[in-house]
């Protein structure tokens, strides 16, 4: 058997601030709280079901004293499944995201931002429905 992706870690100075609004992004909801840390997802994960099959990972935001001091070296993608890419790039800037210039191409079909803590994260082509 093999080991199953079940969170992705984000060390951050304000927990609680980050993982609001990675909630309001992805549509998840917090799922656990502890002295420090704040976890979402879009499921509550058991032991049964994470052995049984792959699901999707988690976010965990680790509350730390240090900041951050180079380009992340691991960034998530996000997709708009219900409105164009540049509409909700509009949607982000008004929940706090940035637009981060990291040397990308001027023509690139993404668009790179910051969350409220400066990490990087791209927002990737629409899978919103075309009308035909």
Do not use: Y
């Amino acid at each position: 058997m093999a080991s199953r992706f079940t969170e992705v870690v984000v060390d951050c100075h304000d927990p609680e601030r980050l993982a609001a609004f990675w909630c309001a992004v992805l549509d998840f909801e917090v799922i656990d709280r502890g002295k420090d840390k704040v976890e979402i997802g879009s499921w509550e994960p058991t032991v049964e079901e994470v052995r049984a099959r792959q699901m999707p990972p988690t976010v965990v935001f680790i509350q730390v004293p240090e900041g951050r001091t180079v380009k992340n070296r691991l960034h998530l993608d996000v997709s708009p499944i219900d409105r164009s890419t540049d509409d909700e790039v509009a949607r982000l800037r008004e929940l706090g995201a940035t637009p981060v210039d990291v040397g990308q191409d001027p023509g690139s079909t993404w668009v790179v931002m910051a969350d409220p803590e400066g990490n990087e994260f791209c927002v990737l082509r629409t899978l919103a429905p075309t009308a035909d």
